[in-house]
């Protein structure tokens, strides 16, 4: 008969911790996570002894997702505070493989673009300025407010701007901010930054498809009145 494996004659490298963070976590057997997350043994048996025993007693990795608190804690060596970490982790599993993304907001138009920031920005007492980052569909794939204040070029910096874009490796951005007086007329800045970050976009290959100055209940498009060009 085999004697039972004892965690102190696994060399170090082969280690369920050592493996996952050379290796990461498709290197390891269904033993080897289970090890990780009961992380101790008994007086009797090394952890990867009773995660074996584990799997043995449910049989199939289903059966064990299935397995109620009561019957976890049925092996021994599981007593609540195992059963429970166990439990979460598998929940949390099983939340992850049924998780449905929700669908991405589409920018066809400055009008979709007002619609998906109206309601957060009108009543704003200062200037917010904001960047979504778009996919190559026009969907939103993150929304950032960068700058609080008074718009100038010296606050609005290109590299911060547009860095966040490029680190969710999208295809395009907008920009917009609020004018807390409720007119959304572009002010000489306003236009003097959507013309310098345009061009810096233009330098990145990442075109800044607009910049919308949202007011209240209205606002104004700097594509449409011509302060982007292609």
Same mark, same amino acid.
């Given at each position: 008969m085999t004697s039972p494996l004892i965690f102190k004659d696994i060399p170090k490298t082969e280690r369920p911790r050592e493996k996952i963070l050379k290796n990461g976590a498709r290197s390891l057997s269904n033993q080897e996570l289970l090890a990780l997350m009961l992380r101790t043994g008994t007086k009797e048996e090394s952890v990867m002894v009773l995660a074996q025993r584990l799997l043995y007693t449910f049989d199939d990795l289903s059966f064990l997702k299935e397995a109620t608190l009561e019957e976890l804690q049925t092996v021994k060596g599981i007593g609540k505070g195992k059963a429970?970490?166990?439990?979460?982790?598998?929940?949390?599993?099983?939340?992850?493989?049924?998780?449905?993304?929700?669908?991405?907001? #589409?920018? @066809?138009?400055? =009008?979709?673009?007002?619609?998906?920031? &109206? *309601?957060?920005?009108?009543?704003?007492?200062?200037?917010?300025f904001v960047v979504l980052a778009l996919n190559t569909k026009n969907q939103v794939l993150h929304k950032q407010t960068l700058f609080i204040g008074s718009l100038n070029s010296s606050i609005v910096h290109p590299r911060e701007v547009f860095k966040e874009a490029l680190?969710?490796?999208?295809?395009?951005?907008?920009?917009?901010?609020?004018?807390?007086?409720?007119?959304?007329?572009?002010?000489?800045?306003?236009?003097?930054? #959507?013309? @310098?970050?345009? =061009?810096?976009?233009?330098?990145?290959? &990442? *075109?800044?498809?607009?910049?919308?100055?949202i007011g209240d209940e209205t606002f104004t498009s700097l594509k449409e009145k011509g302060h982007i060009t292609q």
């Amino acid at each position: 008969m085999t004697s039972p494996l004892i965690f102190k004659d696994i060399p170090k490298t082969e280690r369920p911790r050592e493996k996952i963070l050379k290796n990461g976590a498709r290197s390891l057997s269904n033993q080897e996570l289970l090890a990780l997350m009961l992380r101790t043994g008994t007086k009797e048996e090394s952890v990867m002894v009773l995660a074996q025993r584990l799997l043995y007693t449910f049989d199939d990795l289903s059966f064990l997702k299935e397995a109620t608190l009561e019957e976890l804690q049925t092996v021994k060596g599981i007593g609540k505070g195992k059963a429970a970490e166990l439990k979460a982790a598998l929940e949390l599993g099983r939340r992850l493989y049924t998780y449905k993304a929700e669908e991405k907001y #589409t920018i @066809r138009s400055p =009008e979709d673009v007002a619609d998906f920031v &109206m *309601e957060d920005m009108r009543f704003l007492k200062q200037e917010h300025f904001v960047v979504l980052a778009l996919n190559t569909k026009n969907q939103v794939l993150h929304k950032q407010t960068l700058f609080i204040g008074s718009l100038n070029s010296s606050i609005v910096h290109p590299r911060e701007v547009f860095k966040e874009a490029l680190r969710r490796s999208a295809a395009s951005i907008i920009c917009l901010h609020n004018h807390p007086s409720g007119d959304p007329s572009p002010s000489r800045e306003d236009i003097d930054v #959507t013309k @310098r970050l345009a =061009e810096c976009g233009r330098l990145l290959g &990442m *075109e800044v498809l607009d910049h919308v100055i949202i007011g209240d209940e209205t606002f104004t498009s700097l594509k449409e009145k011509g302060h982007i060009t292609q």
